[in-house]
């Protein structure tokens, strides 16, 4: 579990900036992405820039969440559930996150 911790932590650090016009940090403070209870990051204004940086965002997560998942043995659905609840602990007040019901609200 330490080192499912530890790469989660890793994980969520390395995706905290993308060079593709738009980072995260920048999306998110402007509301245009935030993050969901299942672990990957959601649009929330669906500009082009938006959608992009969080396809890949994604992408970068899924590989991710597999890779933890084989080598902790458990469902990559476990570790991507972990990984979104700690990345909406750690979200900068302001921003937007996903409920579990499906609605965006500010934190």
């Known amino acids: 579990m ?4 530890r790469w989660l ?3 969520l650090l390395g995706f905290s900036s993308l060079a593709l016009g738009l980072d995260l940090d920048t999306a998110k403070g402007q509301g245009l992405v935030g993050e969901q209870p ?4 959601g ?4 500009t082009p820039a938006a959608v992009e940086l969080a396809a890949s965002i994604n992408a ?13 043995g458990i469902p990559v659905a ?5 990984a979104g609840q700690k990345a909406i602990e750690r ?13 965006w609200i500010r934190k």
Request: charged fraction near 20%; hydrophobic fraction near 35%.
């Open 9 to 11: 932590a890793i994980l």
């Open 38 to 41: 299942d672990g990957y990051l």
């Open 78 to 82: 476990q570790v991507a559930t972990l």
């Open 60 to 72: 970068q997560r899924r590989a991710a969440y597999e890779r933890i998942a084989r080598e902790n």
């Open 43 to 46: 649009v929330v204004q669906a």
């Open 91 to 103: 979200t900068a007040r302001g921003s937007y996150v996903r409920t579990p019901g499906g609605q």
């Open 2 to 5: 330490k080192t499912m911790t």
